[in-house]
């Protein structure tokens, strides 16, 4: 697992356990006070879009509900016919590339077709949003990314 250290100033502030993130994704959760700062994996320059995203419960969020953003960037080597797998996704997924929304993928299959990419660096923007049952009940129901992540083409 690849470390990420989060320092607060101020007695009593901020989180209260080193949360863990793997892959090569970033991933931001926003919201202030119900959520987790700006997190980013360690090793930025792993080929691999999988890498081992976990629930945010294992990441010691079991009551955190909204959304949490996972970013990455990947290269196309020739122009073609690119299809987006995201695997299994807790709850809702919207996907981005480039700054080009997509589509809003709420249930399974959350696989969608990107259109034809040009070659060179595109960067993914995927937002994972979960049920506020988590937060209100205290659901600790499995929330986020889990993958496997992958691309598709069609030549």
């Known amino acids: 697992l690849n470390k990420v ?11 209260k356990e080193i949360p863990y993130l793997c892959g090569s994704f ?22 691999s879009l ?6 945010w ?16 960037e990947f290269y196309i080597e020739k122009t073609q016919e690119v299809w987006l797998d995201l695997g299994r996704v807790e709850d809702i997924a919207s996907v981005r590339v ?10 399974p299959p959350y696989i969608c077709n990107l259109g034809e990419l040009s070659i060179g660096d595109h960067v993914l923007t995927i937002e994972v949003t ?3 049952a988590n937060r209100i009940r205290g659901a600790k129901l499995a929330s986020g990314l889990l993958g496997p992540v992958t691309l598709k083409t069609i030549s």
């Open 98 to 107: 480039d700054d080009k929304d997509f589509d809003v993928l709420p249930w």
């Open 57 to 72: 419960d294992a990441l010691g969020y079991p009551t955190f509900s909204g959304t949490a953003t996972y970013e990455r």
């Open 26 to 47: 970033t991933c931001e959760y926003r919201y202030g006070h119900l959520s987790f700062p700006f997190l980013k994996s360690y090793n930025e320059k792993e080929d």
């Open 5 to 15: 250290r989060v320092e607060t100033t101020g007695k009593e502030q901020g989180i």
């Open 130 to 132: 979960n049920t506020n």
């Open 50 to 55: 999988n890498g081992n995203l976990l629930p």
